[in-house]
């Protein structure tokens, strides 16, 4: 299934959920559990399946999430999908396992978004039991999101509504506890009916205020297509996870104004790949890509036309290589601003490191599937710099590293390698040989250790080195992550700025 592109494409896409049930799925689920049952199935209320919350959730929730980009289709080698279901946590009232029906996060970094809560198709919108409201608990129109208010407050309600508050208070809070990270919307459903809580902290912390207007009721499937623009506003994946979709650069002003951009930044897709048939030896190709970071935090992404760039094998070509990625990412930059009428400037590393709110939402590098990533280079337009920042180090040659009693490895590295991947080789000046520098880049970040090494886009328990997955054995001093790794308080270079 393809990406749905904006709101009337949602619509339709809702549109053809109902009727394909209606007209395809029931008359074949009633029909076989007719055939299978030692008794015809029994018709409650005019419908074949008001009992049964797996049909609800797998012919029209599936339908609605996947419509608004939730995928749980995507292809293996993709990455893990961004809608995962019957997540496991621990609960964070008795510690036990819990599986939420949905969890949705952001792809590039697992950061929670969404969870999801699925009722039974019989399942009534919440009534008070209290006087005033009449013997059966009658709701006033248009006042079910104040009745759910209400119970977040401690009010009881008819029926299980107040359990299942309580449910979505203690998943919430244990997703919370988990990253330390609060999901960004909880939803409860049963297929008809839709509840939305915009902003689960106030909802469901203990200082929250509970606050009507966060809470969306959607009391039909009329009502869920009568106000789509809402549901694909403020529940679509794009809108939740506040990074859009890659745009190219003539759609980037349909998105934003100029004066919306904070910050900008060069990126690469980098590609590594291991070729051979008596020897693999690596193989990176990257393609030049902006970021665009609004000042209301969304990240939106601007590819143009692919265009490819072998990493040379010949290091005589090495700095044509990284002059033209530098054209490919300046009328990348160039073409953004033409359609803005701006000129815009990109930002650098350092600064996008110093903000922890920012780099929460996007990290330096991100693997987005097996050997591809997402890296940010800032102001700069490589992960490799042209030349060493300090020049005449001895270390990029593994023979002096031994004289000097700190050569890593037993061996120099004087083929291009995979195991460990290095691209760069012995005497080359993007290589280094120094086995300090190697132990620290492959020390696993560890809790605890934030302050001491500054922000890392590995989660816990990987390499310090930001371009380790794909590079180990590069000069630090020829890396665009020197900025950041050398602020670090535990990560100190043998050799020194001049």
């Given at each position: 299934m393809s990406r749905v592109r904006n709101a009337y494409e949602f619509l339709r896409r809702l549109r053809a959920i109902a009727v394909d049930y209606e007209l395809l799925f029931r008359p074949s689920i009633e029909s076989i559990r007719d055939q299978f049952s030692s008794a015809p199935f029994a018709v409650v209320s005019g419908t074949g399946d008001e009992s049964l919350e797996a049909h609800s959730r797998a012919y029209f929730v599936n339908g609605l999430l996947a419509a608004l980009n939730w995928r749980l289709d995507a292809k293996p080698e993709e990455g893990l999908p961004n809608l995962f279901p019957e997540a496991p946590v621990a609960s964070s009232q008795t510690g036990r396992r819990r599986f939420l029906d949905y969890l949705g996060f952001e792809r590039m970094t697992t950061?929670?978004?969404?969870?999801?809560?699925?009722?039974?198709?019989?399942?009534?919108?919440?009534?008070?039991?209290?006087e005033g409201y009449g013997s059966f608990g009658r709701v006033v129109p248009g006042s079910i999101a104040e009745v759910i208010s209400l119970a977040l407050k401690g009010e009881s309600l008819m029926g299980p509504w107040n359990t299942w508050l309580g449910d979505l208070k203690d998943y919430v809070l244990s997703v919370d506890s988990l990253g330390g990270t609060m999901p960004a919307r909880v939803v409860i459903t049963n297929g008809s009916w839709l509840v939305l809580f915009v902003d689960p902290?106030?909802?469901?912390?203990?200082?929250?205020?509970?606050?009507?207007?966060?809470?969306?009721?959607?009391?039909?499937?009329?009502?869920?297509?009568?106000?789509?623009?809402?549901i694909y506003k403020f529940l679509s994946h794009a809108a939740v996870s506040k990074v859009i979709p890659p745009?190219?650069?003539?759609?980037?002003?349909?998105?934003?104004?100029?004066?919306?951009?904070?910050?900008?930044?060069?990126?690469?897709?980098?590609?590594?790949?291991?070729?051979?048939?008596?020897?693999l030896s690596p193989i990176v190709t990257v393609a030049p890509i902006l970021y665009l970071q609004t000042r209301f935090q969304v990240w939106i992404r601007v590819e143009a036309q692919p265009s490819e760039y072998d990493l040379p094998r010949d290091p005589d070509g090495l700095q044509d290589h990284l002059a033209a990625v530098r054209a490919g990412a300046e009328e990348l930059l160039a073409a953004v601003n033409r359609c803005l009428g701006a000129a815009i400037r990109p930002t650098s590393l350092a600064q996008h490191y110093a903000d922890e709110e920012s780099f929460d939402v996007m990290k330096g590098i991100v693997e987005v599937k097996k050997d591809s990533f997402i890296v940010l280079t800032g102001d700069k337009t490589h992960y490799l710099l042209p030349e060493p920042s300090v020049p005449d180090c001895p270390f990029h040659k593994w023979n002096l590293a031994r004289e000097a009693g700190v050569s890593a490895g037993r061996v120099p590295l004087l083929v291009r390698s995979v195991s460990p991947r290095s691209f760069f080789i012995s005497g080359e000046v993007h290589h280094c040989a120094h086995r300090d520098v190697a132990s620290v880049k492959e020390t696993p970040v560890l809790p605890g250790q934030g302050r001491r090494r500054g922000l890392r886009s590995i989660q816990e328990g990987g390499p310090f080195c930001e371009i380790w997955p794909?590079?180990?054995?590069?000069?630090?001093?020829?890396?665009a992550f020197e900025e950041v790794c050398t602020q670090s308080e535990a990560f100190q270079l043998p050799c020194r700025r001049p």
């Open positions: 950061r929670p978004l969404l969870v999801v809560e699925t009722k039974r198709p019989a399942a009534q919108l919440p009534r008070l039991a209290q902290a106030d909802a469901f912390l203990p200082n929250g205020s509970r606050n009507v207007d966060c809470i969306m009721v959607f009391d039909s499937r009329d009502t869920l297509e009568e106000r789509y623009i809402d745009l190219s650069p003539g759609q980037v002003a349909l998105y934003v104004s100029a004066s919306d951009i904070a910050r900008t930044f060069h990126g690469l897709y980098v590609r590594y790949f291991e070729k051979g048939i008596f020897q794909f590079e180990e054995h590069l000069c630090c001093r020829t890396c």
